[in-house]
């Protein structure tokens, strides 16, 4: 089903990338986004629903000194979130605070807790600790992937281990196991990798792919919903990483960025350079599916084609690269597209289709 927004708009100055859900703030749907100006001095904003749900609130408007290129908020403080940035040749990645008392101050600045200054190469993504309070959070660069503690109270980041990921590598982004802490995926160019946080090596990879994007499904152990260049949409078991389970077609162009929902199985929200947003359900087959006798014709041909399309959201006049769910109301999710617009949209239309 296609169709034009019937969500709630709200426009950024510049042109935007990055947006998420402030996952921390247990009282309101809220998101922060951040700009990506070449010429113009960066914004932060912090972007709440209204308690009528019926438009998005400017909640809090903060300078940034650079292109916004990774955003993500703290899951257990609302006011902490990190950024990787760029100006010209120079790059870097920090974590940030808002102010306190910041809707009393006429400009309120973001204060510095600590940079992650130890990158040799252009920093890609920060990853926190899954759910609740810890000190540990990981980043990843074109070249290396590092283990940093963090003290906010001390404001200070202190790295703990750091692996290469070889001379063959060319890291992009990546996500952290929600079932198993130990582990952190990379993407590449052609792969994905795995690596064992204890010993900072690598375990296992899926290979023989273009990623854009990759996230777990909260819901399920062992499953990873990935977005590539050309062949759409695979939902794998990584238990079995060589070949998909589920195979979705994705968007006319490239798909960016894919997202499982935190509540409902087998909803997956997909964001491409098409200037779409795509809502699917797909539900792969549980392990006990994979060993049962009524569930033989998987295991012959283990590539499932499906196209479950619930719906597509195609009022976008560019490219769409953000998109993040709300971890206080899974119904809902955010997107951004390059122009600056967001739209959150309420999928519970759809949610009787299952």
């Known amino acids: 089903m296609q169709g034009g927004s019937t969500g709630i708009g709200y426009g950024l100055k510049y042109q935007a990338r990055c947006i998420a859900d402030v996952k921390a703030d247990t009282d309101h749907t809220s998101f922060i986004t951040g700009t990506l100006s070449l010429k113009e001095e960066n914004e932060v904003h912090l972007i709440r629903l209204s308690s009528s749900a019926t438009e998005l609130v400017c909640e809090g408007l903060f300078s940034h000194p650079n292109e916004i290129w990774d955003l993500a908020s703290c899951p257990f403080d609302q006011r902490i979130f990190s950024t990787v940035f760029s100006s010209g040749e120079s790059h870097g990645a920090a974590i940030w605070q808002i102010p306190e008392l910041y809707g009393e101050l006429n400009s309120p600045q973001l204060e510095k807790i600590a940079s992650l200054d130890a990158h040799k190469s252009k920093p890609k993504c920060i990853l926190w600790w899954p759910s609740g309070k810890h000190d540990k959070l990981v980043s990843i660069d074109e070249q290396n992937l590092y283990l940093w503690s963090l003290d906010t109270s001390r404001k200070t980041a202190q790295v703990l281990s750091q692996e290469s990921s070889g001379i063959l590598h060319y890291l992009s982004g990546g996500a952290w196991d929600p079932h198993d802490v130990n582990v952190v995926a990379s993407t590449c160019e052609s792969s994905i990798q795995f690596w064992d946080l204890r010993t900072m090596k690598k375990t296992n990879s899926i290979e023989h792919g273009h990623f854009r994007s990759l996230d777990y499904d909260s819901k399920k152990k062992h499953m990873l919903v990935t977005a590539e260049d050309e062949s759409g949409i695979h939902i794998w ?113 759809y949610l009787t289709r299952k």
């Open 237 to 349: 078991d990584l238990r079995k990483p060589k070949i998909p389970v589920l195979e979705l077609p994705g968007h006319a162009h490239w798909t960016w960025a894919v997202r499982c929902n935190p509540e409902y199985d087998g909803l997956i929200a997909s964001a491409g350079t098409d200037s779409t947003v795509n809502l699917w359900f797909a539900s792969p087959p549980s392990s006990d599916d994979l060993s049962s006798k009524r569930f033989c014709s998987f295991t012959e041909s283990p590539l499932k084609r499906v196209d479950p399309l619930l719906h597509s959201y195609s009022d976008y006049e560019d490219s769409v690269y953000g998109l993040a769910w709300s971890f206080r109301e899974p119904s809902l999710f955010a997107s951004l597209s390059h122009d600056g617009r967001v739209v959150v949209e309420s999928i519970k239309p």
